[in-house]
């Protein structure tokens, strides 16, 4: 069995484009595994998975280019081909607080601009806003590319929105419950309040 093509680990940006079509599908987080590590003692038997959806088209160069290569002579630009991915779902982290696993929601929607090669990846990289990736043939690693987008989403210090279990601090104390020791003191009475009871008492 072809679970690799079930699952959709690998794509062909260039005949998804020429269909027109979304491809859509759910990776089992035990799939992902760099996603995996982060937390591997979380149980994920019942995770549904993470649902990804891709879209790829081509595109025209920009007027800009395309100007500058007449004027060079250089003849047309070729087309560019993009590649749009959307992520959706739930990944293990460690919370940085309590040091307890938990389940992060995370969202991707990104595109990205295919080149030919490394070299010119890196050469364009530093100069254009969009992601830049490499396409040197007929397959592309679609997993690979769902788990550097959700490693990059994920927040650089996890933390739950309120730990389940609060996190021991020192003797006495939990993180976000308030100890008897650290507790305002109590107001100390006034040095003549006993002498004005005193005197209301006995009519003084």
């Not at 081509?58 to 993009?82: D, I, K, T």
Request: charged share 25%; proline share 9%; aromatic share 6%.
């Amino acid at each position: 069995m072809d679970t690799a093509g079930s699952y959709h680990d690998w794509i062909d940006p260039e005949a998804l484009a020429r269909g027109g079509q979304w491809l859509s599908g759910v990776q089992p987080i035990d799939r992902l595994v760099r996603v995996r590590a982060e937390a591997p003692s979380l149980d994920a038997r019942t995770h549904s998975g993470v649902a990804w959806s891709v879209w790829a088209e081509w595109r025209e160069p920009p007027a800009a280019v395309a100007a500058a290569l007449r004027v060079l002579g250089a003849g047309a630009a070729a087309r560019q081909l993009w590649l749009r991915l959307r992520v959706q779902g739930e990944v293990p982290l460690v919370c940085q607080r309590c040091l307890e696993p938990y389940w992060q929601p995370l969202g991707v929607d990104r595109w990205f601009r295919f080149v030919a090669d490394e070299a010119t990846a890196e050469a364009e990289d530093e100069h254009c806003e969009e992601d830049v990736l490499v396409l040197s043939g007929p397959r592309f690693d679609l997993r690979g590319l769902i788990e550097d987008e959700l490693l990059l989403a994920a927040p650089l210090v996890p933390m739950h929105d309120v730990c389940p279990t609060p996190l021991p601090l020192a003797s006495g104390d939990r993180l976000g419950v308030a100890s008897e020791s650290s507790a305002p003191p109590a107001e100390a009475p006034h040095p003549l309040a006993a002498l004005a009871a005193l005197k209301r008492g006995t009519g003084l």
